[in-house]
């Protein structure tokens, strides 16, 4: 069974840094999507960045390009998200979420539903 456990949130001022950590367990990396998702209090779960561990492609909203790099530790079977330059609205839970890459179902890119296995989530909170 696979297993998503997020690490790395925390409070930080505007204009600051995090690294989010997501430690995946049970399988390796390289049969899964791995996305980032962020719930803000009163708000629909949304999707962040992507990262299509078999071929390497990373995917990112728009409000966040430029500011946030997803990555991979394949010693660690590991996947980061390194947020920079934080801002208010990037407050809320942070989740990883994998799909498994060999299913046949349609993948849509940030749809909570397209995922199969989360993680417990970590708080970002970006204020002053």
């Known amino acids: 069974q696979l297993q998503l456990v997020e690490s790395g949130g925390g409070l930080v001022q505007p204009g600051g840094s995090l690294r989010l950590s997501c430690a995946v367990s049970?399988?390796?990396?390289?049969?899964?999507?791995i996305a980032w998702f962020r719930q803000a209090p009163g708000k629909e779960r949304e999707g962040v960045s992507c990262?299509?561990?078999?071929?390497?492609?990373?995917y990112y909203i728009d409000f966040v390009k430029g500011r946030f790099t997803i990555s991979r530790d394949n010693a660690k079977n590991t996947v980061f998200l390194q947020m920079n330059d934080l801002k208010p609205e990037d407050t809320g839970v942070y989740y990883c979420?994998?799909?498994?890459?060999?299913?046949?179902?349609?993948?849509?890119?940030?749809?909570?539903?397209?995922?199969?296995?989360w993680g417990q989530g970590t708080q970002v909170t970006v204020s002053s």
């Open positions: 049970g399988n390796t990396l390289d049969y899964f999507a």
């Open positions: 990262l299509n561990n078999n071929d390497g492609t990373a």
């Open positions: 979420a994998a799909r498994d890459l060999t299913s046949s179902s349609t993948w849509y890119l940030y749809r909570p539903s397209s995922y199969d296995h």
